[in-house]
């Protein structure tokens, strides 16, 4: 397999694992609601109404990566949505062990966020709706 074509094939298995572990997160926010998100939004002084823009974060911005559609642009939406959730949600978490079975307590924000970073820096390849013919894909 040439170079070139077994990297564009790593951006895609890369595209498809972040998009689909964080989309179906987003899913399960359509269907149970974003409320509770409100709580640490006032936390940090935050107006309540930000808490649906974690649908462009888990929704729009994944498939946007999937589908290979402006690659860069959905990772970015990816990595901000990742660091809000983060700093909301799990900032009490980030220097622990999970305690059951060990590991990052995070591990799971923390891989999406770094892997969206990546695709950030790498492009989806030209196995997407754009084909990587944009710097933005």
């Known amino acids: 397999m040439a170079a070139g074509k077994s990297e564009d094939l790593g951006k895609l298995v890369l595209r498809l694992s972040i998009g689909f572990v964080l989309v179906l997160h987003g899913i399960f926010k359509i269907h149970a609601g974003v409320d509770w998100l409100k709580g640490p939004l006032a936390q ?3 107006p309540g109404f ?4 974690v649908f462009i974060g888990e929704v729009v911005g994944p498939i946007m990566v999937i589908l290979g559609f402006r690659a ?9 949505n990742m660091v ?8 009490l978490q980030i220097f ?4 059951a079975g ?4 995070i591990e799971l924000p923390a891989l999406v966020l770094f892997g969206a970073l990546a695709l ?4 989806g390849g030209k196995y997407g709706v754009n084909r ?3 710097a933005w894909d």
Not at 50 to 53: M, Q, R, S, T
Not at 84 to 91: D, E, F, G, K, N
Request: without cysteine; aromatic residues 12%.
């Open 102 to 105: 060990g590991g990052w307590a």
């Open 84 to 91: 809000v959730a983060l700093l909301l949600v799990h900032r």
């Open 96 to 99: 622990t062990i999970n305690p």
């Open 44 to 46: 940090f002084g935050l």
């Open 50 to 53: 930000l808490a649906y823009g």
């Open 72 to 80: 860069r642009i959905g990772a970015a939406i990816i990595v901000i």
């Open 120 to 123: 950030f820096f790498l492009g």
């Open 132 to 134: 990587g013919k944009n």
